[in-house]
């Protein structure tokens, strides 16, 4: 993480104060990579200072161009308004959950302190445009705009930058003069890329509070790392590669299973990053992993502790049981009705009827609902041991199936192969 003005900083949370972080609603869901600023806002707030989540109702309609080499595409206004709503209530709740998950863990932990989500267009679409102009544009300075990296990145590129977009930090910076002003808030959270809008906020205040040279500095930054991938790209919406902390975006599995796959490298970090975990057990269990990185204890660790942060004990026991089934090998101790909860909306989950699944060959099941390309697909795959009926491989092509194969008479568990799975479960 960093900051600005380190030392003034670490004096100006000697008292309670006001903090924000800002997101832009151009996705219906927040993902994992909204989750860092979150985190680093609660926190703010278990230690007793005030949090606020900006929505970017305004500014989503103008596109921040931060990290991008292309103009984003404009959001319509309804669908922006949409994302808004839902939003707020995705903010509220990953609040609520992760004062559960927290409480779980420090009972004693004192969360009363205030958390309240704003939307900016409340007062960007009250402003007068030569109004603003004057009391706000001139405090900024077009040559320290054009300096700011995500507008050189852009004005190196083919197509440059619009107008619209190279306004954008002059508006976030205003969000920032607007809550320090109206909600005394001090200091912003961002994603690194963010440095340079946040500092056109903190520029705003000090010209427009401080004295006549634009001193006395009155608000603070603190950027936080980006979650990306191992080639060093964002995850998000536009990447195509967000992980939704929304479970019909996301499953319980997939989730989980993202920070599962956490390799060697990252894992402590995020545990530090992802979890509310004392760094001391952190780093008795990097010590344990390390003896026996084959084992993947900090993964699971990691995975266990945000999934029951984002989706309760039922979520994690969700995934389990989903894990369980698409990459154990006993299914002893599954039951059918918890099978079917812990794959709710993955498409590997088919219901079906008793004529579509009972007394019929299980290649033929197997082709019928797309776990192979074919019948005679499906016969030689049997034939080759590689088509198994609950992680039992049957090779006999004339082997129907009824009800006392399946699961609690209820599921079926198909694969082909070492990973491509069909779960059928009765209607």
Known sequence: MICSSPDDFAKHLHKKRTIYAGIDPTAKSLHAGHLIPLLCLFHFRIRGHNTLALIGGATGLVGDPSGRMMERSLSEKAQIQSN??????????????????????????????????????????????????????????????????????????????????FTYQLLQGYDFYELFRTKGCTIQVGGSDQWGNIISGIDLINKAEGDSAGHNEKGFALTTPLLTTSQGEKFGKSAGNAVWLDEKLTSYLDFYQFFLRTTDADVEKYLKMFTLLPVEEINAVVREHEVQPERRLA????????????????????????????FGTDYSTLHAKDIVKSLANDPRLVLCTED????????????????????????????????????????????????????????????????????????
């Open 356 to 427: 579509q699944l009972l007394g019929i060959t299980l290649p033929n099941v197997a082709a019928n609902f797309g776990l192979t390309t074919s019948k005679s697909a499906a016969r030689q795959l049997a034939l080759g041991n590689g088509l198994y009926l609950n992680s039992v491989p049957q090779p006999d092509v004339h082997f129907k199936l009824e009800r006392s194969h399946l699961i609690n008479g209820q599921v079926a568990i198909l694969r082909a192969g070492k990973d491509k799975h069909l779960i059928l479960a009765l209607r």
């Open 299 to 326: 993964q699971k660790l990691l995975a266990e502790e945000v999934t029951q942060m984002i989706h309760r004990k039922e979520g994690l026991e969700a995934a389990r049981v989903a894990t369980n089934v698409l």
């Open 84 to 165: 808004t709503t839902k939003l707020t209530e995705s903010i509220q709740q990953f609040f609520s959950r992760a004062t559960e998950y927290a409480l779980d863990k420090v009972p004693s932990l004192t969360t009363s302190a205030q958390l309240q989500v704003v939307n900016n267009l409340d007062w960007l679409k009250e402003l007068n445009l030569l109004d603003f102009l004057r009391s706000t544009g001139i405090h900024f300075r077009v040559n320290h705009m054009l300096a700011r990296d995500s507008v050189k990145m852009r004005m190196s590129a083919n197509n440059g930058i619009t107008f619209t977009e």
